[in-house]
């Protein structure tokens, strides 16, 4: 390319002259490209931070969710007899229950509690609530029979010794027809459910 009056520029090792209008449109674009890479590189560093974010969000949610639902299902109902109830109630899922020492435990009161069920002295697989808390109403029978009647009377805080006796057709061979001590700890009672 020929020498033009003007500005210079350098391509391979050459001088070139370039008209001024050419320079400051040249210059322009190469601002705007500087910008949108700019723009580009913003957009990825918050991507790069939103993305990540976003999974420990879903993660975490999708973890409480299947606990709140575990803990009523799998541990309460193949031990003492619980229902397909999730890990709250429809009464406990508007309000929170009370760990108030005062309020006492009546039939028709939703309770939150923990347990552990042993078999001659040794606890058996399904019999232990992991301290996850599960949810349940005295008096619906769900639990197996005489379970939920021994948790009248008691207060939210209490630990209280439960004796049953699982009955012949459980659906679990080690477990038919056994007696059972179930260590119970009263969570709490839900307000708005009862005393």
Do not use: C, W
């Not at 008209?19 to 790069?48: C, D, G, T």
């Not at 009546?106 to 042993?118: E, L, Q």
């Not at 004796?163 to 038919?176: D, I």
């Amino acid at each position: 390319m020929p020498a033009v009056p003007g500005s210079y520029y350098i391509d391979k090792e050459r001088i070139y002259h370039m008209k001024k209008e050419n320079r400051k449109l040249a210059q322009q674009r190469r601002a705007e490209a500087r910008r949108r890479e700019a723009s580009r590189r913003r957009i990825k560093k918050v991507l790069m931070a939103a993305i990540p974010v976003a999974a420990i969000i879903a993660i975490v949610l999708a973890a409480a969710q299947f606990f709140s639902g575990a803990s009523g299902t799998s541990d309460s109902s193949s031990t003492a007899g619980s229902a397909s109830s999730s890990g709250t109630g429809t009464d406990s899922g508007t309000s929170a229950f009370s760990s108030d020492e005062s309020l006492t435990v009546a039939d028709g009161d939703t309770v939150n509690i923990d347990y552990v069920g042993t078999v001659d002295g040794v606890e058996f697989e399904g019999g232990n609530t992991k301290g996850r808390g599960t949810d349940l109403t005295i008096g619906s029978g769900r639990y197996i029979d005489d379970f939920e009647e021994q948790l009248i009377g008691h207060h939210p805080g209490e630990t209280v010794e439960v004796n049953v006796t699982f009955p012949e057709n459980y659906g679990k061979e080690e477990l038919n027809g056994k007696d059972a001590v179930f260590t119970v700890t009263i969570n709490g009672i839900y307000t708005g459910t009862g005393s």
